[in-house]
């Protein structure tokens, strides 16, 4: 487990200019969406801290994160919205995200190695319970990751219909938590379940997977050992290669399961070269469509392909700076991909 490199000035640089532009007494603030803070960015926000050193910082988000987004069940209200009343009041919904939920007990490990802080190790541990008991869905052979407690499944006697969303599969982080829990396998066989449903997400002339899709079990397009079912673009929050999506492949590289496999990374990275290879490379594409954005990638995804490129590839990046032309999530994607690099490295 790694959270720097030899030399992590500039990562620390950056970092510096993340915490004034976005970090407020302990609370991430998502400039792109209305000064919100989620689950998900006080996740990288901590995992920011971990690796610039920074335990003062990272300590500030976490009493954060922990007073005013935990609920009772361990898991965390996904969005704060700043208002006049209490800040439990400012939640304006209390679903849980399960990125964030993955997000914040990573980092909480990663702290807890580095500072020595056997507190956060518990911590962490007891997000990692929380998360068998309420978003690890077992179907046939497989394991499933809800992207919250509420609203993304449908169920009569047996789940007929369920959305996922890919991007929540963060596999560096299922690999670490994994030794937290008590049946690790459970968490080996969602790593897979993520590798073999991405296998068969390549929608599109593009092959390209999206940043939301529907799972139904009763239909069977897919029919092999793992599991029977359908995946399909009907019906979902979004059909897009977008946003969310576009972590995936910075999540895929990250894994050292993937990028030691060479057979297996060249099969599910190749779609994203050659959408790369676009000049210039729309920011987002509807999988449905074939419609493209009218605008380019953002800063933030350069980041994703230059940390592709140096892990895989051996190119090294050149890193957009983190400055004030920035939004959160752009910024957030940066410093991600510089992290992701750094751990490769070291």
């Known amino acids: 487990m790694s959270c720097t490199t030899k030399d992590d000035s500039e990562f620390k640089a950056q970092f510096m200019a993340y915490k004034a532009l976005f970090i407020d007494g302990g609370r991430v603030i998502d400039t792109g969406n209305g ?39 361990g898991l965390f209200s996904w969005r704060y919205r700043p208002c006049t009343g209490s800040p439990s009041s400012c939640i304006d919904d209390p679903n849980n995200a399960s990125d964030g939920d993955l997000l914040i007990a990573w980092a909480l490990l990663r702290a807890s190695e580095k500072w020595g802080v056997n507190e956060l190790k518990e911590d962490a541990r007891n997000i990692v319970g929380a998360i068998e008991s309420t978003l690890l869905v077992k179907y046939d052979k497989a394991v499933l990751l809800l992207p919250g407690e509420y609203g993304f499944s449908v169920k009569s006697d047996e789940i007929t219909s369920m959305q996922l969303n890919m991007s929540y599969w963060i596999f560096p982080a299922l690999s670490e938590l994994s030794s937290l829990s008590s049946t690790p396998s459970k968490w080996d066989n969602l790593f897979e379940t993520g590798l073999f449903l991405l296998s068969n997400m390549q929608f599109s002339s593009y092959r390209l997977p999206s940043d939301w899709v529907r799972f139904e079990p009763k239909s069977v397009d897919i029919d092999n050992d793992k599991f029977k079912g359908r995946l399909t673009l009907e019906n979902v929050v979004s059909p897009e290669f977008g946003f969310n999506a576009v972590r995936i492949p910075l999540q895929l590289v990250w894994s050292e399961g993937v990028r030691d496999d060479n057979e ?83």
Do not use: C
């Open 35 to 73: 000064d919100v803070s989620h689950s998900e960015g006080q996740g990288y926000g901590m995992l920011f801290a971990i690796a610039a050193d920074d335990k003062e910082t990272f300590d500030a988000l976490w009493q954060w994160t922990k007073s005013t987004l935990m609920r009772k069940d």
């Open 264 to 346: 297996l990374a060249e099969r599910l990275l190749e779609p994203y070269y050659e959408w790369w290879a676009l000049e210039p490379t729309p920011a987002t594409i509807n999988l449905l469509t074939e419609q493209t954005a009218e605008y380019e990638m953002t800063d933030g995804m350069r980041s994703v392909k230059l940390a592709v490129d140096e892990i895989m590839n051996s190119k090294a990046a050149k890193w957009p700076t983190v400055n004030r032309k920035m939004d959160y999530y752009s910024a957030s994607l940066t410093l991600l991909s510089m992290l992701a690099v750094a751990d490769n490295a070291s």
